[in-house]
């Protein structure tokens, strides 16, 4: 499986960003994906994850102005970002997991796309 992230950028606070994970290779295995985002001197935190199922979870930081979705035919999952904060500003990356492991954990994600840079200037 590999994973490309696209569509970071340096934004205003209070507007909006579309970051987009293209997926490709054995994309049949894949039963979960997520975006994480890791902040300078910060450890890589779970922002929204999505499942084949269609189940979706969010951290609570983004919850209300952050929207995981995904379009089967082009094998992309986006997340839509609202509202954008200061805060919010990290390195997002996209993230499947391909076996029974619990889609909670972020170790059990075993493939990681190579990150894009979202900047959220005050």
Not at 60 to 87: C, W
């Given at each position: ?63 209300g102005r952050f929207i995981i979705s995904r379009d089967n035919a082009k094998n992309t999952v986006y997340l839509q970002m609202n509202h ?39």
């Amino acid at each position: 499986v590999q994973l490309q992230a696209s569509g970071g950028g340096l934004v205003q606070s209070g507007r909006s960003l579309r970051l987009s994970c293209a997926a490709s290779g054995s994309i049949f295995s894949i039963n979960a994906m997520g975006w994480y985002r890791q902040a300078p001197g910060k450890q890589r935190e779970l922002v929204a994850r999505i499942t084949t199922g269609g189940s979706t979870n969010y951290a609570d930081s983004v919850k209300g102005r952050f929207i995981i979705s995904r379009d089967n035919a082009k094998n992309t999952v986006y997340l839509q970002m609202n509202h954008l904060k200061p805060e919010d500003t990290a390195v997002y990356y996209c993230a499947a997991k391909t076996d029974s492991r619990p889609v909670y954990q972020i170790s059990n994600y075993d493939y990681w796309g190579q990150g894009t840079l979202v900047t959220v200037s005050s």
